[in-house]
């Protein structure tokens, strides 16, 4: 292994410290695979990231082999170290990796043996690229505001008529786990579907953010047939779906902004070490020194929450009962924590963290949407209180 990548390796591994697989050996075999990854500058096409990501064996990670064992099929603990190792990499690579996981996970949830043959082993080997199309312009954290209607045709199959917003991939997708309404009631009438991007009706625009690299739009849906064969699970089941994908995820955003966060602090001590002012190095000066310390401590205290929070998950009595406040106080945290060291560390650089396509400048940019997506910090603070009141 050449010295950066060892470097490189012996930094991701402090990322999160107590996180214990099921031996330290597998633990250390992830991170080394995540290490030699090479990500080009600028980086590659979300394409070209896919087939690198399937390439190293790391899909299979967030999208489980087609036999799995039902409602075991992923570690959150794997999941959590590699997104924080692919985070604190690039975070466009984090993305990549977890959409394939988030777009199919209803999939592994309720997918007929069928659709499991057909759609999960080509996700895992990033032949198929998957989005989640939940989110509309009038249902963002209330989901039971979703609207898209999917209507029973005589012959059985569905149309589906509606807008979703905000959906990452879109565009690039083969495929949406698309959640439409199939009867009135607000949370038990909403059904999800597996929907081929290439199926006539649909039709996508591009939307762009303050992060930037995030492929993500519209997808707009007019008249769209599907065949039965396309709902995944039983008419009704969408909210249980779409709040279980959300739920089994949830602590693995929170492990991105460690991840986030941990380059953020590593680019802070570098540039202040290198950079002088009043003849002496920036790290000399104490109002530095308690910044870092403080960036270090926070990140640390962060990094606990989401190992607690996966461990709890996968060690539930059953998966049917998702760690709810720990997940929710892990991403809270930790996306709240990872926007104040990205903001430290760009302080510490001064001017030159605001140059556009700086390592600094990126993660100020990407580290923005953590608060509000998979549930903002808001509906996260009400998951917890849920917990404390009930
Ligand atoms: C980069 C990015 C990627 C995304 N990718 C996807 C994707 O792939 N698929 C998908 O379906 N969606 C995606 N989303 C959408 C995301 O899930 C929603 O933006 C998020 O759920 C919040 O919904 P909203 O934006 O409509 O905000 P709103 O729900 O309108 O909330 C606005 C504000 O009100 C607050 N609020 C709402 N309800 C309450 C309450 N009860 N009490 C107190 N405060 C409240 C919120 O916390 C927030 O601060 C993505 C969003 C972003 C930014």
């Not at 993305?95 to 988030?102: A, I």
């Amino acid at each position: 292994m050449p010295a950066s990548e060892a470097a490189l390796l012996t930094r991701l591994q402090t990322l999160l410290p107590s996180l214990v697989l099921e031996s330290s050996a597998a633990q250390h075999a992830l991170l080394e695979t995540v290490a030699s990854l090479a990500i080009a500058d600028p980086e590659p096409s979300p394409q070209t990231i896919l087939a690198q990501l399937a390439q190293a064996g790391l899909l299979t990670h967030c999208v489980p082999a087609v036999d799995a064992a039902p409602g075991r099929e992923l570690s959150i603990r794997v999941l959590c170290l590699l997104r924080a190792a692919l985070a604190y990499r690039s975070p466009l690579y984090d993305l990549m990796f977890v959409m394939q996981g988030l777009g199919s996970h209803a999939v592994v949830q309720a997918g007929s043996p069928q659709q499991r043959r057909d759609y999960l082993p080509r996700v895992a080997q990033g032949q198929a690229i998957s989005a989640l199309a939940l989110t509309e312009p009038e249902a963002g954290s209330d989901l039971s505001g979703i609207c898209t209607s999917a209507q029973k045709q005589a012959d059985g199959s569905y149309r589906i008529d509606g807008e979703k917003v905000f959906i990452s991939n879109a565009g690039l997708a083969t495929h949406y786990v698309l959640y439409a309404r199939t009867a009135e009631h607000p949370k038990r009438g909403l059904s999800a579907f597996l929907l081929p991007a290439a199926t006539v009706g649909v039709e996508t625009q591009s939307m762009r953010l303050l992060c930037d690299d995030h492929p993500i739009g519209r997808v707009i849906l007019r008249g769209v047939i599907l065949p039965e064969s396309a709902r995944i699970g039983d008419e009704g089941q969408g909210m249980s779906l779409a709040l279980g994908t959300l739920a089994r995820f949830r602590p693995t955003v929170g492990a991105a902004a460690v991840g986030m966060a941990a380059r953020a602090l590593h680019e802070a001590i570098a540039h202040v070490r290198r950079r002088q002012q009043f003849g002496q190095p920036l790290a000399n000066f104490q109002a530095t020194q308690l910044r870092l310390a403080e960036m270090a401590t926070e990140l640390r205290a962060a990094s606990l929450l989401v190992q607690h929070a996966a461990h709890t998950l996968d060690h539930a009595a059953s998966p049917a009962e998702p760690a709810g406040p720990e997940s929710a106080m892990a991403k809270l945290f930790a996306t709240e924590m990872a926007q104040r060291v990205v903001d430290g560390a760009l302080q510490l650089h001064g001017g030159s963290g605001l140059v556009f396509g700086s390592v600094i400048e990126r993660l100020y940019r990407d580290v923005r949407a953590l608060r509000i997506y998979e549930g903002t910090s808001e509906v996260q603070k009400l998951i917890i209180a849920r917990s404390l009141l009930h």
